[in-house]
């Protein structure tokens, strides 16, 4: 790199090392003595043998060209061989002739609307995953979706609302925009069979292209939260009936902006309540985790893509800050459904 940069010649060098003696021989054997140096990659085996790579380098300080053995005549480097071949030279390929860029489909005639489920080991696939894995199972389904504008074009791919890394649903709502009219039934079977089984679809259904699309129209989400609790013997029925009771649990929220805000908690939860059980499909180890004493609530809150949002930590705080409250834990998080404006009830 040295050479290559100008830095310094290592002829220049062993010249003026040897000029003491001034004689042709002394300046060779300082040169040899110089390329025998043993080099800290000495050890491994390139297959070269080591006096070709010193001639060669003197050709390199001489600038003289090395023809290329591919096309002239075998320079014994040692690579090729009956051990390791022969150096073949393969033709290219003809240069397909330029058709001009393609540019995806992006009309938007048809949307249809799925809900699907999340459950077992799919609760460990992040959102981006899941989209690109979306993206992917609808490119091998060969459906014709449509496509947004502009440099980096992507599918009309549209979930209501990111689902937490680790949490279950049997709710999401994701839209879909396609470039022509499908039958429901055949752009839903189509579509299953190239997603797991950790991804059922449970409805599917056409929407009008000018109705809100998922995303714009949720409001709210049903949870269910399996909760670790240290202990046992509370009376779990009258602490939520307390939170119930609330006109107004604050907690502090800091905007991305750095503000620190106050917030109502109580405002953005609609129902809360005891369930006996978890359903099935959940990741392995979940259901034992769950001990004696340990609960399982359901929630209704807000879930509004403009923040106004009731995250499952949020119900754990309004049941800490009732009263002095044993150590509680969340074991895991099931997403039963989401809500949208035009199906609340």
């Given at each position: ?58 050709r ?46 992006s ?41 947004t504008?502009?440099?980096h074009?992507g ?115 609609q ?53 002095e409250?044993p ?19």
């Amino acid at each position: 790199r040295q050479v290559e940069q100008g830095e310094w010649n290592l002829d220049d060098s062993i010249q003026l090392q040897a000029q003491g003696d001034g004689t042709e021989t002394a300046i060779a054997d300082r040169w040899q003595a110089v390329m025998d140096t043993p080099l800290p990659w000495d050890h491994l085996d390139t297959g070269i043998d080591k006096a070709w790579l010193q001639d060669d380098l003197r050709r390199a300080l001489a600038a003289a060209v090395v023809p290329d053995c591919s096309f002239e005549g075998c320079s014994h480097c040692g690579v090729c061989g009956t051990d390791f071949g022969h150096n073949i030279v393969v033709p290219p390929p003809p240069i397909p002739n330029f058709e001009g860029h393609t540019k995806p489909k992006s009309e938007r005639v048809q949307r249809l609307r799925i809900t699907l489920g999340k459950l077992g080991d799919m609760a460990l696939i992040g959102h981006l995953d899941l989209a690109r894995m979306l993206d992917r199972a609808v490119r091998r389904a060969a459906l014709p979706i449509s496509f947004t504008g502009g440099f980096h074009p992507g599918p009309r791919i549209a979930p209501a609302n990111a689902l937490s890394l680790g949490a279950t649903s049997t709710g999401e709502i994701i839209d879909f925009e396609l470039t022509e009219t499908m039958d429901v039934a055949e752009f839903r079977e189509r579509l299953q069979t190239q997603l797991a089984d950790t991804l059922p679809i449970y409805d599917a259904e056409a929407v009008p292209l000018r109705a809100p699309s998922a995303t714009k129209a949720l409001e709210q989400a049903d949870y269910l939260l399996a909760i670790g609790v240290s202990g046992s013997g509370y009376d779990w029925q009258t602490w939520i009936d307390q939170v119930l009771d609330q006109t107004e649990i604050l907690d502090t929220h800091t905007t991305k902006s750095g503000k620190v805000k106050q917030i109502n908690l109580r405002e953005r939860l609609q129902q809360l309540e005891l369930v006996a059980h978890l359903p099935e499909h959940l990741p392995e180890g979940v259901c034992q985790k769950l001990q004696a004493g340990d609960i399982i609530l359901r929630y209704v809150g807000s879930c509004r893509n403009d923040g106004n949002m009731l995250r499952p930590e949020h119900v754990m705080r309004m049941l800490e800050q009732l009263q002095e409250t044993p150590t509680l834990s969340l074991i895991h998080i099931h997403r039963q459904q989401l809500i949208l404006a035009s199906l609340n009830h």
